[in-house]
């Protein structure tokens, strides 16, 4: 069974920083593009960064900039280094990885509570 776990979350302070990893485990093929999505008190999860597997990105606009999502292949791991934190980028942070296990399909960690306070 395939399982994602984020980890690295926490309270910080704005214009701080926090890496997250996401630790990919269980039987896979292939992981395609893996991406990070939040959710915030009251609103709707969004995009945050996706990466393919060759290495491109694509980034939210209210991050692009101070974040970076990269992925270790070899370690079916990926991250997002997030710079110069605000208030709002306070959420729960999760993982996405669309990947072939028994069949092609999109798994989903736990999450990880961001906090920044101002």
């Known amino acids: 069974q395939v399982q994602l776990v984020e980890s690295g979350g926490g309270l910080v302070q704005a214009g701080e920083s926090l890496r997250l990893s996401c630790a990919t485990s269980?039987?896979?093929?292939?992981?395609?593009?893996m991406g990070w999505y939040r959710r915030a008190p009251g609103k709707q999860r969004e995009l945050v960064a996706t990466?393919?597997?060759?290495?491109?990105?694509d980034y939210a606009d209210s991050v692009k900039g101070r974040f970076t999502i990269s992925r270790d292949n070899a370690k079916n791991t990926a991250y997002l280094q997030m710079n110069s934190l605000k208030p709002e980028d306070t959420a729960v942070y999760y993982c996405?990885?669309?990947?072939?296990?028994?069949?092609?399909?999109?798994?989903w960690g736990q999450g990880t509570q961001v906090t920044v306070s101002s």
């Open positions: 990466i393919t597997r060759g290495g491109s990105t």
């Open positions: 269980g039987i896979m093929f292939r992981i395609f593009v």
């Open positions: 996405n990885a669309n990947l072939i296990a028994a069949v092609r399909g999109d798994y």
